[in-house]
T-cell receptor, first 114, second 112 residues
Framework: GESVGLHLPTLSVQEGDNSIINCAYS??????FIWYKQESGKGPQFIID?????DKRQGQRVTVLLNKTVKHLSLQIAATQPGDSAVYFC?????????????FGSGTRLSIRP | DGGITQSPKYLFRKEGQNVTLSCEQN?????MYWYRQDPGQGLRLIYY???????QKGDIAEGYSVSREKKESFPLTVTSAQKNPTAFYLC???????????FGPGTRLLVL
């Protein structure tokens, strides 16, 4: 069946180091992927997205990598800061002929060590 | 949070009571969505609306109802038929189709 999962439910990173959050997906027909950041008690915020015809996209301090061969998505955060502490989850969008479906992963909690 | 607002931030429900959660957006988005989030879990789709006066059930619609009388508004009613309503409720909107969804700040519903 369709699923979007995460390799690690929690990740602890030293402040200033780079963080890598992983996401596996099972549907090879997925066309579009989004990473969201959700701070405690708040709604998810869009971070970065990537289309299936790309394998890398960079934003400010964030990079998303897509490996369609192994159905793997990762979010890299450079020079992790305390404000990066949150739950990060990926979303997978599949386009059908007349509709689309979005599937959310359960999330990885990122904590920052001082 | 963008141009999506949800109210109230916290809501308490008594047994057998219906409660309504508000969601308003000023982004001129056609589509709006309601999700439920339980602790440590991902989002589950309750209802969605792609256009005014039309809405569709999501994966967990039982015990919930919605209306879409205006483009800007998509209120969710949690009815007494929903036996486990305690959760964080998130509203989202987008231009439709597979476009990126933008979320509101959420409403936390608790049962007294």
């Amino acid at each position: 069946g369709e699923s979007v999962g995460l390799h690690l439910p929690t990740l602890s990173v030293q402040e200033g180091d780079n963080s890598i959050i992983n996401c596996a997906y099972s549907n090879s027909a997925s066309d579009y992927f989004i990473w969201y950041k959700q701070e405690s008690g708040k709604g998810p915020q869009f971070i970065i997205d990537i289309r299936s015809n790309m394998d890398k996209r960079q934003g400010q301090r964030v990079t998303v990598l897509l490996n369609k061969t192994v159905k793997h998505l990762s979010l890299q955060i450079a020079a992790t800061q305390p404000g990066d502490s949150a739950v990060y989850f990926c979303a997978e969008i599949i386009y059908y002929s007349s509709a689309s479906k979005i599937i959310f992963g359960s999330g990885t909690r990122l904590s920052i060590r001082p | 949070d963008g141009g999506i607002t949800q109210s109230p931030k916290y809501l308490f429900r008594k047994e057998g009571q219906n409660v309504t959660l508000s969601c308003e957006q000023n982004l001129n988005h056609d589509a709006m969505y309601w999700y439920r989030q339980d602790p440590g879990q991902g989002l589950r789709l309750i209802y969605y609306s792609q256009i005014v006066n039309d809405f569709q059930k999501g994966d967990i619609a039982e015990g919930y109802s919605v209306s879409r009388e205006k483009k800007e508004s998509f209120p969710l009613t949690v009815t007494s038929a929903q036996k486990n309503p305690t959760a964080f409720y998130l509203c989202a909107s987008n231009r439709g189709g597979g476009e990126t969804q933008y979320f509101g700040p959420g409403t936390r519903l608790l049962v007294l």
